[in-house]
T-cell receptor, first 114, second 112 residues
């Protein structure tokens, strides 16, 4: 069964450092999402890609976060510089297309900023 | 924008009993409502979803009901088992908004 892959699974960093997360969606899925999940809360969308284009980054803190999906396949989410409040689970999801399509989630990257 | 409220925040049931989790949403244009199960340290896994052209959907021990007039939908788990223990999230999406908005989650504990 095809799955969304993410790496690393865990990341510990010090504040002001740069971190990067990688996501490989299910093959053939045109839409890719990055979510942030704070402990005890539901996931919140950070950015959504349709192929290589960003279609929604309204909740992405653009002063420190960036995301790219250069060839419309895998994607990288970067934080620079990391702050204590960025400690959370970062989830990647993909779907066949936009709209009422099922979103499939990866295992997530747990980030701890010290 | 869309807002989804989920109740209860925690739910403890005895093995074999039923569990019901309820969600309400704010945007009447929402038309897709998935439910996800998240186990500790893992990503959310879709367990069932419903679209606004149906009122109820069942998959073995799991069912979801949708009341568009009242703008609420519910997850029903029958004959609960210890492996059902997890955090459950409801969510809602508009057809062209493409943004999945999640509830705050329900911690379900099934006691054996």
């Amino acid at each position: 069964e095809a799955e969304v892959a993410q790496s690393p699974r865990y990341k510990i960093t010090e504040k002001s450092q740069a971190v990067a997360f990688w996501c490989d969606p299910i093959s053939g899925h045109a839409t890719l999402y990055w979510y942030r999940q704070i402990l005890g809360q539901g996931p919140e969308l950070l950015v959504q890609f349709q192929d290589e284009s960003v279609v929604d980054d309204s909740q992405l803190p653009k002063d420190r976060f960036s995301a790219e999906r250069l060839k419309g396949v895998d994607s990288t989410l970067k934080i620079q510089p990391a702050e204590l409040g960025d400690s959370a689970m970062y989830l990647c999801a993909s779907s066949l297309n936009r709209g009422r399509e099922t979103q499939y989630f990866g295992p997530g990257t747990r980030l701890l900023v010290l | 924008g869309e807002n989804v409220e989920q109740h209860p925040s925690t739910l403890s049931v005895q093995e074999g009993d039923s569990a019901v989790i309820k969600c309400t949403y704010s945007d009447s244009a929402s038309n897709y409502f998935p439910w996800y199960k998240q186990e500790l340290g893992k990503g959310p896994q879709l367990i069932i979803d419903i679209r606004s052209n149906v009122g109820e959907k069942k998959d073995q021990r799991i069912a979801v009901t949708l009341n568009k007039t009242a703008k609420h939908f519910s997850l029903h788990i029958t004959e609960t088992q210890p492996e059902d223990s997890a955090v459950y999230f409801c969510a809602a999406i508009m057809e062209y908004g493409n943004k999945l908005v999640f509830g705050a989650g329900t911690i379900l504990r099934v006691k054996s």
